[in-house]
């Protein structure tokens, strides 16, 4: 038996590779068989590829050789002046990828959630896309689409900006330094942009008629900023977003994790 260590208003629960790692999936395996390992997986590849496909498409319309790139001898304003455009163009390549594969996203996390309830709603691609046409229009396919873009458009910005800043002022010309410099305030701004990601796939099952989007799992959410506010309040903004701890919410105390 593990016990908790409550902390900032929440539970976290000291790592263990058995506790972390070995529980979760020995359940699932245990309830669905390896195959529930799987879930979601199909929509996920759609998603996946739907992504590449548009970036590269994106790509060919406005090619890279058509901008100016960063270069050694550009002074300060020059050279800043064309991160933002470069930068720019990356973000309109990932905005349009996550817009034409977020439905995809929304059927594999669905998907996913259904072992809660143990339900069989969605079961393929297909009978997943009628469904949701059915019941929610074509906006279902767009819930948390915005949380998500924000989160990727922060996390762009702030990483190349911070990767421009750290090539023109650091001191040490150290490559390695560099780059683990970078690594680190990578890491931060993932952090940072967390909230969002969770924010959008959360909003991807609420109130889609699944248990695990339904009272008492969750509250029926009327927009993704009453979302991101219940979990403000709860203290849960960042849950999930550690290897090496799990949170549980206070009343969690009352029982022993073993």
Not at 100 to 127: A, D, T, W
Not at 134 to 147: A, H, N, Q, W, Y
């Amino acid at each position: 038996m593990i016990p908790p260590c409550p902390a900032f208003g929440v539970l976290w629960l000291p790592a263990d590779s058995a506790l972390v790692f070995s529980y979760p999936a020995r359940h699932i395996v245990e309830v669905d068989g390896k195959r529930g390992l799987f879930r979601g997986l199909t929509p996920r590849l759609v998603s996946s590829t739907l992504s590449t496909i548009t970036r590269g498409s994106v790509k060919k319309a406005f090619p890279l050789e058509d901008m100016e790139h960063v270069s050694n001898k550009d002074d300060v304003k020059t050279s800043l002046r064309k991160v933002v455009k470069e930068t720019s163009h990356e973000m309109m390549m990932q905005c349009m990828s996550r817009v034409v594969s977020h439905p995809l996203h929304v059927i594999s996390m669905r998907c996913m959630v259904q072992f809660v309830g143990r339900e069989v709603k969605y079961n393929g691609v297909l009978s997943a896309i009628g469904r949701i046409l059915k019941e929610e229009g074509i906006l279902g396919f767009f819930v948390g689409l915005v949380p998500h873009i924000l989160g990727d458009v922060i996390f762009l910005w702030c990483c190349n900006l911070l990767a421009h800043f750290i090539n023109t002022y650091a001191v040490d010309d150290n490559v390695s330094a560099k780059a683990a410099g970078f690594l680190c305030f990578q890491i931060a701004v993932s952090m940072l942009t967390y909230p969002f990601l969770l924010v959008g796939d959360l909003m991807a099952v609420n109130n889609c008629g699944l248990r695990a989007g339904l009272p008492p799992y969750a509250p029926a959410f009327t927009s993704w900023i009453h979302c991101w506010r219940h979990l403000s309040a709860q203290g849960q903004l960042f849950r999930g977003s550690s290897l090496l701890f799990r949170r549980a919410p206070i009343p969690a105390a009352c029982f022993p994790i073993d």
